[in-house]
């Protein structure tokens, strides 16, 4: 009987040092460097970078941005894309972020909006999804969860 189990002890030790291997969670630690860019239409570009740090000691990679942008409980802005970003073992990294917020919907309650506006020259965006990474060929969603006030 003990014949037959040896050869397969190797293979059962390997998948359990796999296991057990699984990398650590990256942590999403902010928005950074939010600036208005300009605008297209009735759109305002705003350009951002997300940074978190990876705790692994080996890289990674992004696979997928996917947050939505709210003004006041009401999404204005949705970033969905596929990124290519390298993940540092070890590290703090950042990922761009490039979105257009819908000002209709800004101004749907446009004058307390604007009063607001143009007596604080900022706005205060609330960012909630999730970033996609993949690291020694596992993936999963680093949850976003953030609220940040832009200059204007």
């Not at 030790?13 to 460097?33: A, G, K, M, T, Y």
């Not at 740090?53 to 080996?58: A, L």
């Not at 680093?142 to 006030?149: G, I, M």
Request: proline share 4%; glycine share 6%.
């Amino acid at each position: 009987m003990y014949k037959n189990i040896k050869p397969i002890l190797p293979a059962l030790f390997i998948c359990v040092l796999f296991i057990s291997c699984r990398p650590e969670q990256v942590e999403f630690i902010r928005i950074d460097n939010a600036v208005v860019i300009g605008a297209e239409g009735h759109f305002m570009v705003v350009e951002a970078d997300a940074i978190l740090f990876n705790p692994n000691k080996t890289n990674g990679r992004v696979k997928k941005v996917d947050i939505a942008v709210f003004f006041k409980q009401q999404e204005v802005a949705h970033i969905n894309e596929s990124a290519t970003v390298k993940v540092g073992a070890g590290k703090e990294f950042s990922i761009p972020l490039r979105m257009r917020l819908d000002m209709n919907k800004i101004q749907d309650n446009w004058l307390n909006n604007l009063v607001a506006i143009l007596r604080d020259k900022s706005v205060v965006l609330h960012f909630t999804g999730y970033i996609r990474i993949k690291i020694l060929g596992v993936g999963y969603n680093v949850p976003v969860d953030y609220t940040e006030k832009i200059k204007l």
